[in-house]
C-alpha cells in the first residue's frame, strides 16, 4: 500500500514536471524570439546611424542644386581671332536653344580685333572682317526668338592691341596684334572720353545691345604698366568709380573675369559677378570673398579641354555661383562653318546646367 502510493506520487511529480517543462519551454522561445527581433532591430539601427555618420563627414563637396536648372547656362564665342559667317553664329544658336543653354556670351573684341563695325572721332577700329550692325540685329533678333540673352564683352582694359593701333594716345605698351602685350592707359586723359562714346554706342537706347541685361568688361591678364605709382589704386577706381556707374547708367549689371580678384587683389564692387576662368582655387578665393559667380575653369569648360565627363562630374557647390559657361577661345585655324563637333559639350552643359 506504501509501495503504491509511492508510486502514485513519483508519477504525479513527473507529470507535474513535464507539464512545467513544457510551459517554460514555450516561454523559452518565445522570449528568444523577442531577444532575437530586437537584437536585429538594433543591428539595423546601428548600421543605418553609422552609415550616415560617414556619409555626412564625407569630404566631397555635394552638388546643392543638382536638380535645379541655373539661371545662367552659356556659351561663349570668341569672333575677334577668328571670324565666322553669321550663319555659323546663328547655328551655334540654334544647338544652344536645342539644350537648354540661355546666355550667348559674344567676345567680339581682343587684341586681335574689334570684330563688330564701330569708328571713333571718323577713325574706324576695324579690320577686313567684321559684323555689320544689321548683322549684329540679325544675331541679337534670332537669339530673341530662341529666348537667349546676348551679353556683348568689351575686353579692357587689357588685350587691347588693336585699340593702340588705332589710337595710339589711349594705349601703354607697343602695340602689335601678333604679339599682344599693350593695354589701355588709364591714365591717358583721351581714354575715358572714347570708352565713355564706345560704351554709348552700344548700349544706349536704339543700339545694337540695348535689350542686354549685362555686360562683360573683360579685365583678364592686366600687367598694369601705365605709368603710375600706384596702380592697383589707379585700377579699383577705373573699375569701381568709372565703369560700373557708367554701365548702370546704360540700365545695365557688370561682368568682369577673376583676375583683378585673385591676381591683382581688387577690392571691387560686389555689384560685380565674377566669371572665373583660371581655376577652382580661384574660384573658391572669389566666393570666399562674397562675389555672386559664373564658373568657367579651363581645365573644366574651356573648348579644347573640356568633355562631358568633365563637366557632368563638375560639382558646383555653393549658392553663390549663378551658373556656368562653355568657353571657346578660337584661334586662327578653326574651322568658321563647321561646329558639328561642339555638340557633345554642349548637350553636357545644358544637361548639367538644367539639372538633367
Not at 531577444?35 to 539595423?44: D, G, Q, R, T, Y
Not at 537667349?148 to 588685350?159: A, N, Q
Not at 592697383?232 to 549689371?253: D, I
Not at 591683382?264 to 555672386?292: C, H, M, N, P
Amino acid at each position: 500500500m506504501l509501495q503504491t502510493n509511492k508510486l502514485y506520487t513519483d508519477e504525479n511529480l513527473v507529470d507535474t514536471y513535464v507539464q512545467k517543462k513544457n510551459k517554460c519551454t514555450k516561454q523559452t522561445i518565445w522570449f528568444t524570439a523577442i531577444c532575437s527581433l530586437v537584437s536585429v532591430f538594433a543591428i539595423i539601427v546601428i548600421l543605418c546611424c553609422t552609415l550616415m555618420k560617414k556619409q555626412s563627414s564625407n569630404i566631397i563637396p555635394q552638388d546643392l542644386t543638382a536638380n535645379i536648372a541655373y539661371a545662367h547656362r552659356g556659351f561663349m564665342l570668341d569672333t575677334s581671332r577668328k571670324f565666322f559667317p553669321v550663319s555659323t553664329i546663328l547655328a551655334l544658336l540654334d544647338m544652344m536653344a536645342a539644350n537648354k543653354l540661355n546666355v550667348f556670351h559674344w567676345h567680339f573684341s581682343d587684341s586681335q580685333s574689334f570684330s563688330i563695325q564701330w569708328s571713333y572721332n571718323s577713325t574706324s577700329i576695324n579690320g577686313a572682317d567684321y559684323y555689320s550692325l544689321a548683322d549684329v540685329s540679325q544675331v541679337i533678333a534670332k537669339a530673341a526668338s530662341l529666348n537667349i540673352e546676348v551679353i556683348p564683352e568689351f575686353e579692357m582694359p587689357g588685350h587691347s592691341d588693336i585699340f593702340g593701333i588705332k589710337f595710339p594716345s589711349i594705349i601703354s605698351g607697343i602695340p602689335d596684334v601678333n604679339n599682344p602685350q599693350a593695354e589701355m592707359n588709364l591714365k591717358s586723359p583721351d581714354l575715358k572720353p572714347m570708352i565713355t562714346t564706345l560704351l554709348k554706342d552700344f548700349l544706349s537706347a536704339a543700339k545694337p545691345f540695348n535689350a542686354s541685361k549685362r555686360v562683360h568688361l573683360g579685365a583678364d591678364e592686366v600687367a598694369m604698366i601705365w605709368p603710375d605709382t600706384n596702380p592697383k589704386a589707379t585700377y579699383t577706381s577705373f573699375e569701381n568709380s568709372y565703369l560700373l556707374p557708367k554701365v548702370k547708367s546704360f540700365g545695365k549689371t557688370a561682368i568682369v573675369w577673376n583676375d583683378p580678384i585673385t591676381s591683382q587683389s581688387l577690392a571691387l564692387s560686389k555689384e560685380f559677378t565674377i566669371q572665373v576662368w583660371t581655376g577652382k582655387s580661384e574660384l573658391s578665393s572669389v566666393l570666399s570673398k562674397g562675389y555672386k559667380a559664373i564658373v568657367s575653369t579651363s581645365q573644366e569648360w574651356y573648348i579644347g579641354n573640356a568633355t562631358p565627363e568633365k563637366i557632368a562630374n563638375y560639382v558646383l557647390d555653393s549658392s553663390q555661383i549663378i551658373g556656368a559657361e562653355v568657353v571657346w577661345f578660337t584661334s586662327p585655324g578653326d574651322d568658321p562653318v563647321d561646329i558639328s563637333w561642339l555638340e557633345p559639350v554642349i548637350v553636357a552643359a545644358g544637361k548639367k546646367l538644367n539639372g538633367l
